[in-house]
């Protein structure tokens, strides 16, 4: 559109395909570089669950879901006490139905509304997927629309290493191979879509504290770049300490149990075989709690009726495949199996089916509409896990990276590269932060830099 080498450089092939896409379809010529050559099963999009909350949309409606940009943004407040970026959360929310929209009908991406159980914190069901609920299928998707688009060129292994601007204004980049071979590209647009800082531990450790000890289950790449080369740039940056952890990642092969096990009516104990928390909280949350259980693990027991609704998402498929599911006819026969005091595990699920029935209070004050469950059981240990990193540079409702509260002309973040709308810690994380911010932003930013270049 102006005579440079490519109209937008997207740093990041997960959700920054988003952006490539859209602004490649309102006319852009667009360069996405991945520093891993193994992207598309290695970065944070191709682990993740694929959903992605939007409010407003056909499938809902077509469902009968009352639910609206208010309603959402409502959820993203209470969630997060408050401490969102009200902005960020607006344009998101706004942007949500648009978005899936433009995923179903311009990218053919196969959607569904999830209405076989909620996550905690939202009112509505708003979570859009796909078959298989998988990230895997999701990118995979993305890259081969990437790849078919004339005006899209994908190059991996490729980092991004800086960002040049001339008068305060992008105006190019340097890109490099694992080799060290250097390049400069001319550009006036570049999209951060580098995810977060999750894999450098030196910096996990100084920001979010509580969750470095507990396992690292997100994209190796996800180093902090973003962090680095916006602050060479003098960018704003916000909501540090927050995260996506999860408490139901499988001891045994590190795959996704998934917190739909949980949400349906199973229940997590720890090594003393006894409950904890109220299981119906956030998994994000959850994980800073199992952590500072005695040995930092438990187990999630479930009930064949709850393995049977669970066998929609390949991942916890691949953790029944892979041996994981210990099942046990009597609650002393599993406590057997898991080496747990029989009277302990007996007791809790005794007490956890009445609460279940409304027959008592919940020990741990959980109140939500659960399947009771009954023998023959089956459990799953269980570890906590840091996901993904929250904060970021400080992005206004364009994702455009801001600099002493002002944009930087040309410079766009999106997902774990930006600041989210997760507010601070693990509490606020509301199931499908991370994609809203992922692709949501990506898709903000391309259509600004759509109309900045049409203008
Ligand atoms: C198991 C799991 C399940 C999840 N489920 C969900 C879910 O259902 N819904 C939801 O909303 N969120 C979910 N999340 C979170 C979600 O996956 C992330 O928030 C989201 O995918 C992040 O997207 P991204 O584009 O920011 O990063 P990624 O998808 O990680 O992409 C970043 C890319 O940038 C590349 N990169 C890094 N540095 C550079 C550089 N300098 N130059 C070039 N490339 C670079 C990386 O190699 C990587 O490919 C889940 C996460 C996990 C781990």
Partial sequence: MDGADFDLVVAGAGGGLVAALRAAELGATVLVVDADEHFTRGNNTSMCTAMIPAAGTRWQHDAGVDDSVE???????????????????RALARASAPLVTWLADEQALDLELVTDFRYPGHSADRCHTITGRHGSRLLRHLVRRAHDHPAIEVIAPMSLESVHTTDGAVSGVDIATPDGNREKVSTSSVLLATNGFGADPNLVRRWIPEIAEAEYHGGRFSRGDALRIGAELGADVGYLDAYQGHAALSARSRTLVGWATVLHGGIIVNVEGTRFAAESGGYSEFAAILAAQPEAKGWI?????????????????????????VRADTAEDLAARLDLPANALENELDAARRSALGQEPDRQGRTDERHPLAAPYVAIAITPALFHTQGGLAVDEHARVLAEGAPIPG?????????????????????????????????LAAEHVGRTHSA
């Fill in 71 to 89: 309603r959402f943004v409502a959820d993203i407040e209470h969630k997060t006490e408050g401490t969102a970026d009200r902005t960020l959360a």
């Fill in 301 to 325: 027991v479930v009930d064949q009726h709850i393995e049977n609704l669970c066998m929609a998402f390949d991942d916890f498929r691949a953790v029944s495949d892979d041996g994981s599911l």
């Fill in 411 to 443: 410079l766009y973040a999106s997902g774990g590269a930006a600041t989210g709308v997760s507010g601070h810690g693990a509490s606020g994380y509301l199931a499908g932060n991370g994609l809203i911010a992922a692709l949501g932003l990506a898709y």
